[in-house]
C-alpha cells in the first residue's frame, strides 16, 4: 500500500477514534465515511438504509456477480483510558471493539477500486449501524433500499487481538455462536419484614430460576454446543426492614445452533414462568440483543483461504467455532459469504476493554485481503 493512502486511511481512523458514537447514533460517523469515499467516485452512493447504513456501489456496468463488503459503523459505551492524541473526546463513549479500523479497511478498498474499477458485476462497500446491539444488520435487510441490490456474496472480518498480526482464522460451517439476552421480572407483593407471610416475596422462585437456567442445557436434548450464563440478579431493596416484592433475573444463552437457540429459549421461558406461578406471582418476559448464528459458505471461506495465501498471511483454520457472536450472522442467514477474523496481534488489550485501541499496522492486511476477494469475483 503506498504511504500516500495509509496516511489518509489513518488520519481518517483518528477522527472516528476521537468522535465516536454509540449504537443508534452514528449520524456524524456515516457522514466522514461518505465524504472520504465520494472523493473515489462511486457509481452510486445510498444513504440510510435501516439508519444511518450506507452502500458505495462501484458497477462495471457489465454482467457478473454483486460482492458485499460490510463494517460496523458503531461505537461503545466504555470511557477510553488512553491518552493519545486520537483520545475519544466523548464521555463514556469509545471504540472498543476496532470498528473505527474496520470502517478504514473498507474505506481503503474505494481507492484500490477507484484505479481498478470491476470489470464483471459490482462490488459495493457496506456499512451497518448498531452491531453491538445486534441490531443494525435486521433493520438493513428490512429496508429495500439494501435488499434491492441483490448481493451473491457478502464479506466482513473482525480483528482478534491476542492472535499474531494478520494471522487469517476462519472455518466454513458455523463461525459464531447465536445467543439472545433474557430478562425476567417477577412481581410478588412487599410487606414488613418481621411479617412476611403478608407479603409475596420472590426471592424462592428468583433463585430457583436460576438454577434452572444452570441446569437447563444439561437437560435439554441439543444437536451442539450451548451454554447459559446468568449475569443480573436483582431482590428486592437495602431495606432490612422490607420483605422484597420484586426480583429481576438476566442471562444470555448460545448455541453454534440457532433451532437449539430456538428450542432453549422456549423452554426456558416456560420453566420460568412456570416457577413464577407456582409461587404466586406475576410474571414479564423480554428477549433482547438477540443474534444468529454466523455461517460461512464453503467457497467463500476457499476464497478466503486463497487471498491469505496470495498475500503471504497465515491461515488458520478454526476447529472450534467462536461462542461469541457477531450480527453479520443475519446477513449469511439470506446471502452466501463468510466472516474471518484477522490477528490484531500480541500482547494487547482483548476487545471491549477501556485500554483497547485498533492497531494501524493492521489496516493495509485487511485491505489487501478484500482486494484478492475482488480480484477472484470480480476481475
Ligand atoms: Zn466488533
Ligand atoms: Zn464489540
Known amino acids: 500500500m503506498n504511504k500516500q493512502l495509509l496516511d489518509r486511511l489513518i488520519s481518517l481512523r483518528q477522527v472516528l477514534h476521537k468522535y465516536p458514537e454509540v449504537s443508534g447514533q452514528e449520524a456524524q460517523t456515516a457522514k466522514r465515511i461518505k465524504k472520504f469515499i465520494a472523493d473515489y467516485q462511486p457509481d452510486e452512493i445510498i444513504e440510510n438504509i ?7 456501489i462501484f458497477d462495471s456496468k457489465n454482467e457478473g456477480p454483486v ?11 466504555i470511557e477510553e483510558i488512553n491518552n493519545f492524541t486520537w483520545k475519544s473526546v466523548v464521555p463514556e463513549t469509545s471504540h472498543k471493539c476496532g470498528h473505527d479500523g474496520h470502517m478504514v479497511m473498507i474505506a481503503g478498498l474505494a481507492d484500490y477500486l477507484y484505479h481498478n474499477p470491476p470489470k464483471r458485476g459490482k462490488v459495493i462497500l ?4 448498531e452491531e453491538e ?3 443494525g444488520a435486521l433493520k438493513m435487510l428490512q429496508d429495500e433500499k439494501f435488499t434491492q441490490l441483490n448481493p451473491d456474496y457478502v464479506f466482513a472480518l473482525h480483528n482478534l487481538p491476542n492472535v499474531p498480526l494478520g494471522e487469517i482464522r476462519c472455518r466454513d460451517d458455523v ?3 447465536a445467543s439472545v439476552g433474557m ?8 410487606s414488613h419484614a418481621a411479617q412476611p407471610e403478608k407479603g409475596k416475596s420472590p426471592a424462592g422462585a428468583m433463585a430457583e430460576i ?3 437456567l444452570e441446569a437447563l442445557v444439561r437437560e435439554t436434548e441439543l444437536s451442539d454446543f450451548a451454554l447459559i450464563t446468568p449475569v443480573f440478579a436483582r431482590l428486592g431493596e437495602k431495606a432490612f426492614g422490607t420483605t422484597p416484592g420484586y426480583a429481576e433475573v438476566m442471562a444470555t444463552i448460545r448455541s453454534y445452533r440457532n433451532p437449539d437457540l430456538d428450542k432453549l429459549k422456549k423452554s426456558a421461558r416456560k420453566k420460568a414462568e412456570m416457577i413464577a406461578e407456582t409461587y404466586g406471582l406475576s410474571f414479564d418476559f423480554e428477549w433482547v440483543e438477540e443474534f444468529s448464528a454466523s455461517i460461512n459458505q464453503k467457497e467463500a471461506v476457499e476464497m478466503i483461504k486463497v487471498s491469505a495465501i496470495e498475500n503471504g498471511l497465515n491461515y488458520h483454520h478454526l476447529t472450534t467455532p467462536n461462542r461469541w457472536s457477531e450480527d453479520f450472522g443475519y446477513f449469511l ?3 452466501p459469504g463468510a466472516i474471518f477474523g484477522l490477528g490484531a496481534g500480541m500482547d494487547m488489550p482483548e476487545l471491549h476493554n477501556p485500554d483497547y485501541d485498533f492497531p494501524e499496522d493492521l489496516i493495509p492486511h485487511g485491505v489487501h485481503i478484500f482486494q484478492s476477494i475482488i480480484k477472484q469475483i470480480n476481475q
Not at 460482492?67 to 459505551?77: I, K, Y
Open 50 to 56: 435501516g439508519t444511518y447504513g450506507l452502500a458505495f
Open 210 to 212: 436460576i438454577q434452572m
Open 333 to 335: 442467514e439470506k446471502y
Open 126 to 129: 457496506m456499512y451497518q449501524p
Open 175 to 177: 463461525f459464531a455462536a
Open 133 to 135: 446491539t445486534g441490531t
Open 183 to 190: 430478562i425476567i421480572r417477577l412481581k410478588g407483593k412487599t
Open 67 to 77: 460482492t458485499v463488503f460490510r463494517s460496523e459503523l458503531d461505537a461503545l459505551p
